[in-house]
Structures are given as C-alpha cells and as structure tokens.
C-alpha cells in the first residue's frame, strides 16, 4: 500500500517544573502555540496535507495553529495522547518510591507506572491509530508526544521496541516516516 510522508511533531516544551512526572497530565505549552506552529512548520519543510494531533492541550493547541495557517483540517486522536502514569502524574520524580521506578526499569514494557499505562499498552493504541494514518498518500502531520513517537519508531521503522523507547524526541522537534513507500 502507497504512503505519504508522515511527519510525527513532538510538541514544544511545556509549562511544567522542572523534574516532575507528566504524561496525560493536561499542561500548558511554555511558549505561545503560534511560535510551536511556525517552528514545525519550518521544520517540516513540505506542503501539509492532513493535521491529526494528540486531544493535549500542549499537542493540540500547536495543532490548531498550524491549520490556521495551512488551512488543513485537524483531527483529534486520543491514540495519540501520552502515557498515562497513573498516581505518578504532578508528582516530583523525587517523590515517587525508588521500588517502583526499579520496577518500571526492570519491566519497561509491562509495568504499569502508578498503575497508570504500560509502554506495551501504549504501543497498542499508537498500532492501532497506526493503520488509518499509513493508509493516506496525503503528508501527514502528527502533532504528539515523545512516548507515541517512540512507539512509532517501532512500529513504521521496526526499530527494535528496547531501542525505540530509549530515543531521544526533543520537543519541538519532527521525525520524518516514510514517503511513498509500499508497506
């Protein structure tokens, strides 16, 4: 099946403090949307097509700034929000027992950090939303977060799971997943 480029946005940095634990957390971006919209625009480089975001207030409203500009449609996709600490979201990292974050260490992909998700329950939705965005030839711009990029790594570049989940998506940046390929 014929795809278009897909270009997965991570959101510009948030108005968090510094060293606190934050997924679904609803936090506001640090800067205004407008300036994120205009920064993934430029480094996106190409005509945008289709607009899906993350229904987070920090993916969502850089979202809605880059389809004011481009006239492009956004679609909301709660796939593609954070993961979900659980009991873990606002607290310090401090904070949180040093058992449990070994625990998380020692099982990355099923432990249930706060009883919240685990990056295996990530990884399913991220696969599931997964089937419709490849399905387009349009480009296709993602506005998420670090852990659903993460999970796309694995699932459109089959970088190994243990791999992808250790990447580094620096906000604000964009990673760009194929073009025109056959899957």
């Known amino acids: 099946m014929a795809r278009g480029l897909i270009l997965a946005a991570r959101h510009p940095r948030p108005r968090v403090?510094?060293?606190?634990c934050y997924g679904r957390l609803?936090?506001?971006l640090a800067e205004p949307a407008a300036a994120g919209a205009a920064a993934l625009l430029a480094a996106a480089g190409d005509p945008i097509e289709r607009i899906i975001a993350s229904p987070l207030a920090r993916a969502q409203?850089?979202?809605r700034a880059v389809a004011a500009r481009t006239g492009v449609p956004l679609r909301l996709d709660d796939r593609l929000a954070e993961m979900d600490f659980g009991a873990w979201e606002g607290q310090a990292w401090s904070a949180i027992p040093r058992a449990e974050i070994d625990a998380w260490a020692a099982d990355p992909l099923r432990y249930q950090p706060g009883g919240g998700?685990?990056?295996?329950?990530?990884?399913r939705r991220v696969r599931r939303a997964w089937t419709g965005i490849a399905s387009s030839a349009d480009t296709?711009?993602?506005v998420t977060?670090?852990?659903?990029?993460?999970?796309?790594?694995?699932v459109a570049l089959r970088?190994?799971?243990l791999d992808a989940i250790q990447a580094s998506i620096a906000y604000g940046s964009v990673t760009r997943i194929g073009a025109g390929r056959d899957d």
């Not at 403090?17 to 606190?20: P, V």
């Not at 977060?145 to 694995?154: D, M, T």
């Open 26 to 28: 609803d936090v506001p």
């Open 61 to 63: 409203d850089v979202a």
């Open 117 to 123: 998700e685990s990056v295996a329950d990530v990884l």
């Open 140 to 142: 296709t711009l993602l």
């Open 17 to 20: 403090a510094g060293r606190i």
């Open 159 to 161: 970088v190994p799971i």
């Open 145 to 154: 977060h670090a852990g659903p990029i993460r999970c796309l790594l694995h």
